[in-house]
């Protein structure tokens, strides 16, 4: 039902010329889809609990949405303030945060964001330049992290930090004094990235995760992978809809270039890696809605993730060369996917570094599901 | 899709798990984990005594309705059976054309007379049926099927002509037959599905060797043999029919068994590198990596096919064969790539000689049941809707 909303909206809304509208526009986004997005279809609540005015649903309805999202490659914070931001709060922050924050994040009156590391190791890579200190029932918080998304449009960002206990998350207002946020136009514009240069003070409540729910870190983590890789999934479908479409009106030889066993045949193949990407996606997905480990989500999530960087640069190149020349244009639409394909192919990690980290999980256990 | 069981499929899972503990032991052990495809070859007299036990425990022909000797489980549960049965290493049914090809096809198609003659023997494990459909000339054209029979003033009927990759048909005592019952006839009109006695002077059988060296293949020559008049399924020009309802009857429930099998081969690969020292290689590591998602998206691919609506295209229903058969293929080369030298001699080495034969036979497994080209036809046109393939007129 979420789906076919989510189907229906975006085609809507985010068709190829409001894509590019988007990308051409200096926020990067149309604000008035955002707000329908926010309030009328409450996406942004999906996984929020309801004490906090969310949908108090989970992974399996955010994934399907991102599918849909990425098939649409819908230029929105949603991706960073539900995704990344909603996420990590709701699993390691501590009760006064989510109460503080949760809410309006539900309801889309907050543009949130994190850093989305290219590193495997994930959230404590995006801490390794920044330090946070106890000064006078401050905190203060110098350094400096890149690769965050959507920060030139965020309201709040949350910012990984080590301090002398360990990792931390702040919350740092992004009209806070002594920051700077330097945005550099990449060729992917659907969705931008900004460095960070702290020196700043915050007050002694802006740590918002709490201890005990350390372990979260790493269940977020998981999410926000499984997230990606619902999007990539998307994109790949797209992907393979526009080259089936494309080839079945195309004419050469007095035929439609798709009656070529050469091309069904190709177009089988990103038919059967997508298929194979979205059982992955929705195990992983229904694997998080369970009761997995977090050991286990993490591997499942890694697997979702890797399998959907590489589906979807396969379908974005397949697609390209299928539509033949036009496929080489700004006009036609594969090369949006083509520039997403490499942009989100390292986002929490590369499909090499996450496959090496399933093969050290393989070979130092004894056994495997 | 529901990762989640209820406690009734929990407990049938430990009753299947605890049956196997108990009778898979003593003269059996040796059988643990054999005569699988590509090892089909392996100790078929004691294979044909352990599904003999089997039905002495009621756990053949487990899908089949009760009232024709099955035992009537549901799909979940015929999942959960096959999974176990698999985990304990049980090995490769002997009775599997029976059970799961032609008794589902006379049970639909078969008359009360057929059911009461047939049925029994293959519930027992007593008999054991082999296919006969593919042809020199009938391979991937399957309807091209040029073994013709004819029936006699008596009402019985001859066959003549040749099949071929006849899957144990030197163990077998029945085969089912395809074959042209309408002279001029073309394509799928105008065949006959006949049951037969392979032991009968009209018949033929010849091993074929394989790569790998093996003989579970045969050809089958019929030269004017005989089937009883009343051995003909479904109505003379039905044949086509019958056998695609025969094809269907599957339904993938045994899919997750496969994959507990594919399952434990990983796990040997694993063990090789880890013995040889291929563990350390980055290359290795990304390849068993890979092959171990590989097993993930292939156990969520058949939850997904399970829990689906089956009156609507099931898109992972219809890269299932074309996924598993390429990634057990790219299994077998990294299997030996893994034991590099040491796969190069043949090993009874019980770490070394499954692997070998994942290599050899995984070669087959691209193009029986349909070739990866057909395969990609197949899901190019009815998963994508391309344009089919220019068919000469029936």
């Not at chain 2, 054999?34 to 044909?48: C, L």
């Amino acid at each position: 039902m979420i789906r076919d909303a989510a189907e229906n909206f975006l085609a809507d809304v985010s068709d190829s010329a409001a894509v590019r509208k988007a990308m051409a526009s200096e926020r990067g986004y149309d604000e008035s889809v955002w707000q329908r997005i926010a309030s009328e279809l409450g996406w942004c609540g999906i996984a929020v609990p309801e004490e906090h005015g969310g949908l108090g649903l989970g992974a399996v309805e955010i994934a399907l949405v991102q599918e849909q999202i990425g098939r649409r490659l819908l230029c929105a914070p949603f991706f960073s303030t539900v995704c990344l931001a909603a996420n990590i709060l709701k699993e390691v922050g501590s009760n006064a945060a989510q109460k503080q924050y949760l809410s309006s994040l539900a309801e889309g009156g907050l543009r949130a964001t994190l850093p989305l590391p290219s590193d495997v190791a994930g959230w404590s890579a995006a801490a390794a330049n920044v330090v946070a200190t106890r000064e006078s029932g401050h905190w203060r918080i110098q350094g400096v992290v890149d690769r965050v998304p959507d920060a030139a449009n965020a309201e709040l960002l949350l910012i990984f930090a080590n301090t002398s206990e360990g990792l931390g998350l702040f919350a740092v207002p992004a009209d806070s004094n002594g920051m700077q946020i330097l945005t550099a136009e990449p060729w992917d514009t659907t969705r931008r990235f900004s460095r960070v240069i702290m020196d700043l003070m915050l007050p002694a409540d802006a740590r918002v995760d709490e201890p005990i729910r350390s372990a979260g870190f790493a269940r977020s983590l998981a999410l926000a992978r499984l997230y990606v890789a619902a999007e990539q999934l998307g994109a790949a479908q797209q992907c393979l809809d526009l080259t089936v479409a494309y080839t079945a009106t195309r004419k050469q030889f007095g035929r439609v270039v798709g009656s070529f066993q050469a091309v069904k045949h190709r177009c089988a193949e990103m038919m059967v890696k997508i298929e194979a990407l979205r059982s992955a996606v929705y195990g992983a997905a229904a694997q998080a809605a369970g009761d997995a480990s977090i050991d286990v989500l993490a591997t499942e999530c890694m697997m979702a993730r890797a399998l959907a960087g590489d589906a979807l640069f396969y379908c974005a190149g397949e697609a390209i060369q299928l539509h033949g020349g036009v496929g080489f244009t700004w006009e036609y639409d594969p090369q949006l996917y083509f520039k997403r394909a490499q942009a989100s192919s390292h986002w929490l990690g590369d499909s090499d570094a996450l496959r090496e980290q399933i093969a050290e999980t393989l070979f130092s256990s004894a056994v495997h599901a | 899709m529901n990762l989640q069981s209820t406690a009734a499929d929990e407990t049938f899972r430990k009753e299947v798990a605890t049956w196997m503990q108990k009778h898979l032991v003593g003269k059996y052990t040796s059988l643990k984990y054999r005569g699988g495809p590509g090892d089909e070859e392996a100790d078929p007299a004691m294979r044909k005594e352990w599904e003999r036990e089997l039905a002495a425990g009621q756990w053949t022909c487990v899908g089949w309705p009760a009232d024709a000797g099955g035992r009537g489980l549901s799909i979940e549960q015929q999942v959960i059976f096959h999974e176990e049965y698999a985990r304990a290493g049980g090995p490769g049914r002997m009775g599997h054309i029976g059970e799961g090809l032609l008794g589902p096809a006379l049970i639909k198609f078969g008359s009360e007379a057929q059911k009461k003659e047939f049925l029994p023997g293959i519930v027992a494990g007593t008999t054991f049926w082999a296919q006969g459909y593919s042809e020199p000339g009938a391979g991937s054209d399957l309807a091209n099927v040029q073994t013709k029979c004819w029936q006699e003033a008596d009402g019985s009927w001859r066959v003549s002509g040749q099949k071929i990759w006849t899957s144990l048909a030197h163990e077998s005592e029945w085969i089912f037959v395809l074959a042209r019952c309408e002279p001029g006839s073309k394509g799928n009109k105008g065949l006959a599905f006949l049951l037969m006695p392979l032991n009968q002077p009209g018949i033929e059988i010849r091993g074929i060797r394989q790569l790998g060296g093996g003989c579970e293949f045969n050809e089958v020559f019929f030269d004017s043999a005989t089937a009883q008049a009343n051995h003909i399924v479904g109505a003379p020009g039905d044949g086509w029919k019958v056998a695609m309802g025969l094809l269907e009857a599957e339904r993938g429930v045994s899919t997750l068994g496969q994959q507990m099998h594919f399952t434990h081969e990983l796990d040997l690969v694993i063990a090789a590198a880890r013995a040889t020292g291929k563990d350390k290689n980055p290359q290795v590591r990304q390849r068993i990596a890979n092959a171990w998602c590989g097993l993930r998206v292939m156990r969520y691919n058949a939850l997904r096919m399970l829990s689906g609506d089956s009156t609507t295209l099931q898109r992972e229903a219809i890269i299932g064969k074309y996924y598993w058969s390429n990634w057990h293929r790219d299994l077998g080369k990294l299997a030996v790539d893994v034991l590099g030298p040491l796969a190069d001699v043949p090993s009874d080495d019980p770490a070394i000689r499954p692997l070998q034969q994942l290599f050899f036979f995984s070669r087959a497994d691209t193009i029986y049941a349909g070739t990866n080209e057909i395969q990609l036809n197949l899901i190019a046109e009815r998963g994508l809707g391309m344009p089919r393939e220019p068919r000469p007129a029936a």
